[in-house]
């Protein structure tokens, strides 16, 4: 169990796809991604507590175990190379073009991500509802679906304990302590 508190807040983390192209709109993409962050929890030891995929961009609400930079480069560095390797795989080649850049030191021709993402430190349990009842929400405030648990690549089912037989990613929700009683 994990309690969220000043000495042991949780991350609200916002990444953008690069040039805020629409790259996560297709169901095989977002499994992928949700694929991605299963390995990423894996290896990085990282709790997954909420987030949604949207067409443009992703939130994740995310332990504090490790920095903030850690959490980002295992859960943005390990999507991106599956979601790359899958447009190179299958010749998408207008939109690999899209996601060209300058050819970093690395090497690296494309970017799936901007690099420059927001996070934002949660240390209460109000703040941590506000943000979840936020994720929860966006495609609803897109106009994807009118209501939130439509959405499949969302955790909103799991938070309200009514899941898919084959959701696509499971949150580590259930281990969070709360202090108040909900």
């Known amino acids: 169990m994990v309690q969220i508190s000043r000495d042991n807040p949780f991350y609200y983390l916002t990444s953008v796809a690069h040039h805020r192209l629409p790259i996560f709109r297709t169901d095989d993409v977002k499994n992928i991604v949700c694929n991605a962050w299963n390995e990423a929890r894996k ?17 994740l609400i995310t332990d504090s175990n490790r920095e903030i930079s850690d959490v980002l480069r295992f ?18 080649a207008s939109s690999l073009k899209k996601l060209e850049q300058a050819k970093k030191d690395r090497g690296y021709k494309y970017s799936a991500w901007q690099h420059h993402p927001d996070a934002f430190v949660i240390n209460n349990e109000n703040t941590l509802m506000q943000k979840v009842n936020y994720v929860h929400q966006n495609p609803v405030r897109a106009g994807l679906v009118e209501h939130a648990e439509d959405y499949r690549f969302s955790s909103v089912r799991l938070w309200k304990r009514r899941p898919l037989e084959d959701e696509p990613f499971l949150t580590a929700h259930d281990l969070i302590d709360w202090r108040s009683a909900a």
Request: hydrophobic residues 45%; negative net charge.
């Open 75 to 92: 859960t943005n560095g390990i999507s991106a190379k599956r979601v790359l390797d899958y447009l190179k795989a299958n010749e998408f």
């Open 43 to 59: 290896s990085g030891e990282i709790l997954i507590f909420a987030y949604v995929i949207m067409p443009d961009h992703v939130h």
